[in-house]
């Protein structure tokens, strides 16, 4: 199958500053990439829906300016939380999809664990 | 609320033993998939269904859809300590957004 990196794995920062997780298909172009954020024994949920060379799709009560999404190639996404606080600390995880439709499958990276102290 | 919902929440079993884990969702797909997540770890994409199939096999993966029952279920055969994870299924309902379920904790036993 497809393969997804992210980096980092692993981050700890203070509170007040802003954390970038990269997120990149390594072995096909993405022309949509998604963020998904995850809380502990909880499921996924998505963030942002996020189109090469346009402007990410937020989902509802998420902050757009919060979380700055760029997706300025086929095969890289950014995201950056801003001005970081304890409760944004989750698992991020990424997903890229070759096409656009439904058919297609998503691959999912391996995921960013932000702990904001 | 969720698309998918999931039963059970969690599930202990031996290894050895068969582990099937039900979803069921509120409105019309045109697929499900069903993924796994190990603890911290990032999904893995197990088996993808159609609406328009009524059962997937993939190894010892079990797939059945009942679209007249907006359910699925998802059976592990002869199961392994390593097959000790979390289990999602997810759905499309609209766009091309992948829900997923609240996912069922399967537990392995040596």
């Known amino acids: 199958g497809a393969v997804v990196s992210q980096h980092p794995s692993r981050v700890i920062c203070k509170s007040g500053t802003s954390v970038k997780i990269e997120c990149r298909s390594l072995?096909?172009?993405?022309?949509?990439m998604f963020w998904y954020r995850q809380f502990p024994k909880q499921s996924l949920m998505l963030m942002a829906t996020?189109?090469?060379?346009?402007?990410?799709?937020?989902e509802q009560g998420v902050e757009k300016d919060k979380f700055l999404i760029n997706h300025a190639s086929l095969t890289l996404s950014t995201l950056t939380v801003t001005s970081a606080h304890p409760e944004d600390s989750s698992f991020y995880i990424c997903?890229?999809?070759?096409?656009?439709?439904?058919?297609?499958?998503?691959?999912f990276g391996p995921g960013t664990r932000l702990t904001v102290l | 609320s969720q698309q998918g919902e999931e039963d059970p929440q969690a599930l202990s079993i031996q290894e050895g033993e068969n582990a099937t884990m039900n979803c069921s969702y509120k409105?019309?797909?045109?697929?499900l998939q069903w993924y796994r997540q190990n603890s911290g770890r990032g999904l893995v994409h197990l088996i993808l269904i159609r609406s328009n199939e009524r059962e997937k096999h993939s190894g010892r993966l079990r797939v059945t859809l009942d679209t007249s029952k907006k359910s699925s279920s998802l059976l592990i055969t002869a199961s392994r300590a390593a097959d000790t994870a979390s289990y999602f299924c997810?759905?499309?309902?609209?766009?091309?957004?992948?829900?997923f379920g609240e996912g069922t904790q399967l537990t392995v036993n040596p």
């Open positions: 996020s189109n090469e060379g346009s402007k990410a799709t937020y």
């Open positions: 409105t019309s797909i045109n697929n």
């Open positions: 997810a759905t499309e309902p609209s766009g091309s957004r992948l829900t």
């Open positions: 997903s890229a999809r070759q096409g656009a439709t439904r058919a297609d499958t998503q691959y």
């Open positions: 072995d096909f172009q993405a022309t949509t």
